[in-house]
């Protein structure tokens, strides 16, 4: 590990995207065939060694291992086998909003084969390394259950379910931990949702309480897994074991969803600085805690990502044990709800690291992000500098993205009323 995480092997985490759920066309997304990380499995681990990154979010897609009478994990093998090898620490998507066709959300075998998945994962992860691993069960329960069962963005398209889907996520969870549990004891578990802050509109008194119920969603998924809401579910304080959360700039709104505008100067005085959020969280569960996806597009960048880095480093002066930034998704990721086709043809570029639609062997750097680090403290970046600045000395490398016009549940080209906002 290192001076500033005691669990992982670098501060600054790469994510890559690995959804593979089916979306609101019935398509089959595949996210990590969509950015060709599975043919460049060692280029881009090799790439994350120059930027001193030696911890990565990867992603298991649950409906290509599991056949319903066998598991076959020959699409995760290239990761374990490229991890070892260069020295890169994995922790490990179980579910990233899909699994195989022949499972149904609804019903007890839904828990039941996601158990015996996971079981299945830690023993093929247990004969390929000696490594503590860490897993995400099931990544944004409290997410999935919104985008699956009250909006009906992915599939099964529900509305009106999302707290039954919850529950029934949770449940899944527990197992699956249990399960890989039986076969090694030492795993750590990670759980993923997104952080956020939402307020009442100005003059809207009567607002207000439905903003805070809102708000307080955001803790269901951790206080379900503790056991401390629906405790028939069967949660403990012994599954909550690190907390990650999720914060983009688009994590703080007006109810019911007018986004506070982070790029405005001055900026929405009721923005609340992100060391709060997080110290708020740790003070509720009191658990170590990562922030397992941030990033930006376009001109904020490096703004957003200098930023966030200070506000992790304030968060730790506060006693919040902040292990690690993950920046997510490493990789520009398609545009397209098809998961067919290069990606760098439908994205709109805002990462360090795209695909080449010319040569698919190869990643293109785009508009790379310069940090001056701590030379202390890797996770607090104090100056960023864009490429105009020639001759400044470069401490090391940090890529930072999100993408704007990616639609994520919907056909080409439809963007949320979030995206609109965004000048």
Not at 160 to 169: A, D
Request: with cysteine; net charge neutral; aromatic share 12%.
């Amino acid at each position: 590990m290192t001076a500033d995480s005691r669990l992982f092997r670098s501060f600054w985490m790469a994510g890559f995207e690995s959804s593979c759920h089916i979306n609101s066309r019935g398509e089959r997304l595949d996210l990590i065939a969509a950015t060709q990380h599975d043919q460049l499995i060692a280029e881009d681990y090799a790439r994350l060694e120059e930027m001193d990154i030696r911890t990565v979010r990867e992603g298991m897609r649950w409906h290509l291992i599991d056949r319903g009478r066998r598991m076959d994990f020959s699409s995760v093998l290239p990761m374990v086998e490229s991890a070892e090898q260069q020295g890169i620490q994995v922790i490990w998507n179980l579910c990233h909003y899909g699994w195989p066709e022949d499972v149904n959300l609804f019903t007890s075998g839904f828990v039941e084969r996601f158990a015996r998945y996971c079981g299945a994962v830690a023993r093929f992860i247990s004969e390929h390394t000696d490594t503590v691993p860490f897993y995400v069960p099931i990544n944004e329960i409290s997410f999935l259950a919104w985008a699956t069962g009250e909006k009906g963005y992915i599939f099964p398209y529900a509305r009106g379910r999302g707290g039954e889907i919850k529950q029934q996520l949770v449940r899944a969870a527990i197992a699956g931990m249990e399960a890989i549990w039986e076969v090694d004891p030492r795993a750590r578990m990670i759980h993923v949702d997104p952080l956020i802050h939402v307020i009442p509109p100005q003059g809207r008194p009567e607002l207000a309480r439905a903003a805070a119920d809102q708000r307080a969603r955001q803790f269901d998924a951790w206080d379900m897994l503790a056991g401390g809401l629906d405790p028939a579910l069967g949660g403990h304080p012994r599954y909550l074991d690190v907390i990650g959360v999720n914060f983009y700039h688009s994590n703080e709104w007006e109810y019911p969803d007018q986004r506070l505008r982070w790029e405005d100067v001055p900026r929405d005085r009721r923005w609340i600085p992100l060391r709060y959020l997080l110290a708020e969280v740790f003070d509720k569960y009191d658990r170590p805690m990562i922030l397992s996806e941030t990033s930006h597009f376009g001109a904020g960048r490096g703004r957003w990502i200098a930023e966030v880095a200070e506000e992790v480093h304030l968060a730790r002066e506060m006693g919040v044990p902040m292990e690690g930034i993950c920046i997510y998704p490493i990789i520009d990721r398609t545009r397209r709800t098809s998961s067919t086709g290069c990606c760098a043809r439908h994205t709109r570029t805002t990462s360090v690291a795209r695909c080449s639609h010319a040569d698919r062997n190869r990643r293109v750097f785009y508009f790379p992000l310069r940090v001056d680090a701590h030379p202390a403290l890797t996770g607090r970046a104090l100056v960023w500098r864009g490429p105009s600045d020639r001759g400044c000395s470069v401490f090391r490398w940090i890529p930072c993205l999100h993408m704007k016009d990616w639609n994520f549940f919907g056909p080409l080209g439809v963007r949320g009323p979030e995206d609109r906002a965004i000048p």
